[in-house]
């Protein structure tokens, strides 16, 4: 069993089934954390879940999860599951309406925290005080991601406040992938941006990988760049893990281009 995270989102626009992509449910047991992908977030904070549900309705996706606890009882291993809420408003919104929000609908669903894809970024800092206000109403034990991206390094005081809210950064560099280098080398200023001086913080980082459109440059290689992304480890400290977008793209058909759940068993077999 690795020591690292294994995050992997799943998405919920992308039909499941026979020559299709994965369910829910087929996820593999050995994934830390999967981002239910995607729920957006309108001007005035309200959640959308059509995105989430085009395929399978709430019902369904929620007996998956209660399917995958049960199988998971009693075992090391316990997945975790957050909505993934996204969208460029989070600034404009009144912090503790939102964060009440949010707190009903992780209730609602069930899941154990929530991951925030926000990715102007602007500089905006008033997005702090949105972060912190949902740290604040679901509470400690609850878990909180967030992918960020290049902009990001921009704003050091910004991303540094943003990261100290969540439980783990996730890296989401490969739109289009620059390549294997240029990705280590933004994993070392946002280890440095987020930490101190004193002590460079990789461990809250996972490193984001891709398998979707290849044809189009945004699939990161999976011979050799992830499975060297898998067992690299920065000289000072270690690295969180890996995020891979998605376990619903991970299929021959109309994602990796790979046998199905080729990148998701690659990753797992390469992390430390």
Known sequence: MSNEIYIAYWSGEEP??????????????????????????????????????L????????????????????????????????????????????????????DDWQVDGITIDYEPPNGEKSIIPVVEALREVLGSEALMTAPIYAPWTYYPNVLKQYAAVFNYIETMDYTPYPGKQVTLD????????????????YEKIAIGVSC?????????????????LCKYEPDLGHKAG??????SYDVKSHGSAHPNGTYTKAIHDSLP
């Open 16 to 53: 499941t089934g026979v020559e299709a992509s994965p369910t829910l449910l087929e996820s593999p047991d050995y994934i830390d954390i999967i981002p239910l992908f995607y729920v957006p977030v309108s001007n005035n904070g309200e959640l959308n879940f059509s995105r989430l549900t």
């Open 55 to 106: 395929h399978n309705d709430k019902e369904t996706i929620l007996g998956w999860m209660n399917e995958i606890r049960t199988r998971q009882r009693g075992s090391e291993k316990q997945t975790k599951f957050t909505l993934c809420l996204i969208g460029d408003t989070f600034p404009s919104l009144e912090p503790s309406a939102f964060a009440n929000t949010v707190k009903s609908a992780v």
């Open 186 to 201: 933004l994993l070392r200023q946002y280890a440095e941006i987020i930490g101190t001086p004193e002590q460079v913080d």
């Open 212 to 228: 979707m459109q290849p044809s189009k440059g945004n699939a990161t290689p999976l011979l050799p760049d992830v499975v060297d």
């Open 242 to 247: 890996i995020m891979l977008f998605t376990l």
